[in-house]
């Protein structure tokens, strides 16, 4: 295991965010980060429509949480750059055992996540073709899926929303379309 940490710990701060309890130590062979305890995360930020294929904790649960330490107190920094912080996650679930499909589309959504962002979008052409490459390869399998759980989503969404009109709930008691 690349880490030195036993399991992770977490404490839930609300819907969507968890706090690391204990210290996450990753040794790597030239690199070590410590995501300190109190640490935010919402483990792997994965999209709602395509959690049916990558869930948001896994085998990479560890491996999310440095990636988000990675991206935002390891860039401000200055200890890796965003593609830098991109990579260490996709070898990081290597080591970790991801399977090598899933760990390239993890690795695939976050560049795209990067892409058009002030801080994490410096060099994100030179990973261009590589995203792009598998972009394609994935589309037939993840957008059919992706696109009818969207317009289900849209449908519920839209269903919680009448019944909340009706019974005179309030809207964050509706459950949103949120992503």
Known sequence: MPFESGPVVVRRLDDEWWAVVEPLVYHGARDR??????????????????????????????????HDWLCTVG??????????????????????????????????????????DPV???????????????????????????LVITVALAVYGAVEAAVGLVTGSRPEDVTSFRT
């Open 33 to 66: 980060f410590v995501v300190p305890a109190g640490f935010p995360t919402d483990f792997a930020t994965v999209p709602r429509v395509v959690v049916w294929l990558v869930p948001r904790f896994g085998r990479y649960t560890a491996a999310a949480i440095l």
């Open 75 to 116: 860039i401000a920094s200055g200890a890796v750059t965003a593609r830098e912080a991109d990579g260490l996650f996709r070898r990081v679930m290597r080591e970790s055992g991801v399977p090598v499909v899933r760990r390239w589309l993890m690795w695939c959504a976050v560049r795209w996540g990067a892409f058009g």
């Open 120 to 146: 994490r979008g410096a060099g994100w052409w030179r990973s261009a073709p590589g995203v792009l490459a598998i972009s394609l390869l994935a589309a037939p399998v993840v957008l059919p899926p992706a």
